[in-house]
Every structure is written in structure tokens, then in C-alpha cells.
């Protein structure tokens, strides 16, 4: 099925929870949220509608690893770089498939990586993908659209996680 992404949002007095076992923040069945099944089924039928609120996950598919490329700092100085971390990681293949990427990011970082992901509009997008390839051979147009509806999905998520002071726990998996 792929290596997907999903992102939970946790309130701030769950950061030192979220540093020390951050799967503790994540579901435990993240497709069965993303894609309306039920959790741990071997047979369900999907309502393709997201369990939890758009305020406390945030669904990327596959798009995560466009996402990677787009907002992967120029230099070391350049201010992307904040933004980058939450698009950050890839799998670690073993003998049997995979071990996830997870990442938690505080509510004291969100602010930043915010002003960052923000700078990232349509245009620069659009600028961006006359240079990238998708490497699953899609139409252009259909895979840019694509990836400015999960790049808008991941700016208005970081807003809301940082107008209500949260932070995220995410796994690339």
C-alpha cells in the first residue's frame, strides 16, 4: 500500500510525553483514521471521510515525499529549513518491509515552522515543479494538483496547531 503520512496534535501539557514516547500520540491504526475504516479490521468498508478532526491529524498520503523536496532547505541558513522539519525522515527498510520515521515537533517550534510553510504559495509551487518529476510517471497537471491540496492541508493545520499553542507527533510510514 505505500509509505504514507500521518501527523497528530497534542496540547502542551503533553510535550514531555510526546518527547518520551511519542507513539504514545499516535493511533494505533493511522489508516483506519485517515481513510474512515475500522480500526484493526481485516474487512471494513471506507468512508473515505478522516476520523479525527482536521485540528488534530493531519493526513498527507503520499504527497509527504513532494512535500520533502519542495521545502528541503537551499543552505543551512535559509529559512525553510523550519518548515522542512516537519516533512523531514524516510522509512528504514529491513528484511521484513520497514520501520516508520516519527518525529515530534513541540508547540514552541510551530510558530517558526508556520511563518516558513506560509511563504510556500501556488506560484512558488508551480515554479518548483517545472524542474521536479513525480516518480510515479503522473499527468503534471494532476500530480500539482496534488501537491498544492496536501501542501494547503499541512499550512492549515500548523496555523491551527499554532494559534491554539500544540505541537505534532508525526510518522513517515
Given amino acids: 500500500m505505500g509509505i504514507r503520512y500521518y501527523a497528530y496534535a497534542f496540547d502542551a501539557d503533553h510535550a514531555r510525553q510526546a518527547i518520551e514516547d511519542p507513539r504514545s500520540i499516535l493511533s494505533s491504526d493511522p489508516l483506519a483514521d485517515a481513510w474512515g475504516l475500522e480500526p484493526h479490521a481485516t474487512v471494513s468498508f471506507t468512508t473515505f471521510e478522516q476520523v479525527p478532526s482536521e485540528r488534530d491529524m493531519l493526513y498527507l498520503d503520499k504527497a509527504w515525499a513532494a512535500l520533502q523536496i519542495l521545502t ?69 497537471d494532476d500530480e500539482l494538483r496534488y501537491v498544492l491540496d496536501y501542501l494547503e492541508k499541512a499550512q492549515q493545520f500548523v496555523e491551527a496547531l499554532t494559534a491554539d499553542g500544540r505541537g505534532m507527533v508525526y510518522m513517515i510510514g
Wanted: proline residues 7%; contains cysteine.
Fill in 72 to 140: 528541503l532547505p537551499d543552505s543551512k541558513t535559509d529559512a525553510t529549513a523550519s518548515c522542512h522539519r516537519i516533512f523531514e525522515g524516510n522509512v528504514s527498510m529491513t528484511g521484513f518491509g520497514w520501520e516508520p520515521f516519527i518525529r515530534t515537533i513541540l508547540p514552541t517550534e510551530m510558530p517558526a515552522i508556520h511563518s516558513d510553510l506560509a511563504l510556500f504559495d501556488e506560484f512558488r509551487v508551480r515554479a518548483w515543479a517545472d524542474g521536479w518529476k513525480s516518480p510515479h510517471g503522473a499527468n503534471r
